[in-house]
């Protein structure tokens, strides 16, 4: 509880994943919270993934068995929490004798010596043995395992060369990750947290049980916050915070690792992931992305300062289109991209030769030397993001005493209160109730608001009750809401994080957007404020 002097139990610092987590389930624990994002939330690595719930199927290579079954455990706990914006997927693995390990794998290295003559090839059994792994390791209960797949005269096999004869196909879960963040940010709200966004930290200040934390928003306004606790979860920025704002001497560094991806027009007609491994050891995806695109990636290359925009390079999306063009029959241009996103993702610095073997499981460093206690958040999978922050609660458990015990896995997120496979039920309500709906139009919402659709729309009769239409479906009682409810600012934060419109809407659309937007808020300053 918030004591009489204004001082809260937590302050969080950053608004991606893992810091709307931790205030959500610290939240729902009674504590008293408050959080302060920079920018939007889900601004940085946050918005920046390949989409995925999954378990890692190439961190088998790496032995991080407890990652990976961590993980696959965690699919189906959130699937059944967000239904709305996380969906089971099909990927299909094509094989052929070419495919290779990267050499700094545990794995390569340990059949290197045993099995000498492959000469760091991938063979078919070893792939099937990890797949076996896969559909074993977390349990499976919504799911469906993996089976063998021709890929002759087949829907899978179509758009590939025809040097591709057989795959295998096994199960992962989309999920749309920052849509993720801010119902994480709702939740926490709902439950008694503040969350500020567009709300800088410029300074901490440790007391012996206290830290007195000075920040700046939008609009210039310095507030000063007292908290018995701080937890550093600013993502690419952990390091820094750690360094600069917080002057504390630890020793334990961040590795930037920036993953990018391109987007093409469609490549191919049935909704299966492709998982490609190409001859230097690498993976990428090629997955059906928002209906009419596909979604190609990832890289992984160093970077080196966070407060430098990570963008897809040249290089990065030629490797990208060469990597696709080893398996699809139509052979992909730079002319083909209609859109590219780069990401960085704060990993923990364990000493990896590579940024591909750096390990991706979370690490926690809890320091109480020196007076008030933080928390510092390095590295973490979007996938396990939940389990993370119930490790974050447990490790700060001993200084709230009484502390509840854990509770998200059984909790809905805003929206997510239906079943499974309960969508088309939805959406067919939805559409009964607002007939001038489109089933495209119905679907949009359905996958981004869940049951909090209907409310949105507001009983409507017609499309002219929604006020003023920016395009794409997008009406004016829809960003409304994401004003007010979701702390969307600026036309770019609807159009590429609270949905991805923007790849619908031209220019002109998204600066008509951005007038009415900043209108609004000169209208309404006390709900710009408020964020």
């Given at each position: ?100 390990f ?36 977390g ?30 196909e ?100 049935h ?17 059906p ?10 890289t ?34 730079a ?70 015990g ?10 997510g209160?239906?079943?499974v496979?309960g ?13 001038f ?95």
């Amino acid at each position: 509880m918030t004591e009489a002097d204004g001082t809260v139990d937590l302050f969080v610092i950053g608004g991606g994943i893992n810091g709307c987590g931790i205030a959500r389930d610290a939240a729902g624990r009674g504590l008293s919270v408050t959080l302060a994002e920079m920018g939007d939330l889900a601004q940085a690595t946050s918005s920046a993934s390949t989409k995925l719930f999954h378990g890692g199927l190439r961190y088998l290579e790496y032995f991080e068995f407890r990652l990976v079954r961590e993980a696959l455990i965690e699919r189906e706990v959130l699937l059944r929490a967000m239904p709305h914006i996380s969906w089971p997927m099909r990927f299909v693995l094509p094989w052929h004798p070419d495919m290779r390990f990267e050499q700094d794998t545990p794995t390569s290295k340990l059949l290197g010596v045993v099995m000498p003559w492959m000469k760091g090839r991938r063979p078919s059994w070893l792939i099937r043995l990890g797949l076996f792994l896969y559909d074993t390791l977390g349990g499976r209960k919504i799911l469906p395992g993996t089976r063998t797949l021709s890929l002759t005269d087949t829907p899978e096999g179509a758009p590939l060369q025809d040097r591709f004869l057989h795959a295998y196909e096994y199960s992962d879960c989309w999920v749309e990750d920052s849509r993720l963040v801010v119902l994480n940010a709702r939740d926490a709200e709902a439950r008694g947290a503040t969350v500020m966004v567009g709300t800088k930290v410029l300074s901490a200040d440790r007391h012996a049980d206290h830290w007195i934390v000075t920040t700046r928003n939008a609009d210039g306004i310095t507030r000063q916050h007292r908290a018995r606790m701080l937890v550093n979860a600013a993502g690419p920025w952990v390091g820094e915070i750690i360094r600069g704002t917080l002057r504390l001497n630890a020793t334990d560094g961040v590795r930037l690792v920036r993953g990018s991806h391109i987007v093409t027009q469609r490549l191919y007609d049935h909704d299966k992931c492709y998982f490609f491994q190409g001859t230097d050891g690498r993976i990428i995806f090629a997955i059906p992305y928002e209906t009419d695109f596909t979604l190609i990636g990832t890289t992984d290359a160093e970077h080196e300062d966070p407060s430098v925009k990570p963008d897809c390079t040249p290089e990065e999306r030629d490797y990208l289109l060469d990597f696709a063009n080893q398996y699809f029959r139509r052979q992909l241009t730079a002319d083909d991209v209609v859109w590219s996103y780069s990401g960085v993702r704060p990993l923990y610095d364990d000493g990896a030769q590579s940024a591909s073997a750096a390990t991706r499981d979370y690490t926690l460093k809890l320091d109480r030397t020196g007076g008030a206690p933080v928390l510092n958040v390095f590295g973490g999978k979007i996938t396990t993001y939940r389990r993370l922050a119930e490790s974050a609660l447990q490790k700060i458990a001993p200084v709230f005493p009484g502390l509840p015990g854990p509770w998200t896995r059984e909790a809905s997120l805003p929206g997510g209160d239906f079943p499974v496979d309960g969508v088309d039920a939805l959406v067919a309500r939805l559409r009964a109730d607002q007939p001038f709906l489109t089933d495209r139009w119905a679907l949009r919402l359905v996958r981004a608001y869940g049951t909090e659709a209907s409310a949105i729309l507001r009983g409507a009769r017609s499309a002219a009750d929604l006020g003023r239409d920016f395009g794409a479906t997008l009406t004016e009682v829809e960003v409304i809401w994401l004003m007010d409810r979701e702390h969307a600012r600026r036309a770019e934060d609807v159009l590429w994080r609270r949905s991805k419109l923007g790849l619908r809407l031209d220019a002109p659309q998204a600066a008509a957007l951005e007038d009415w937007m900043a209108a609004r808020r000169a209208r309404e300053p006390g709900r710009a404020a408020a964020s």
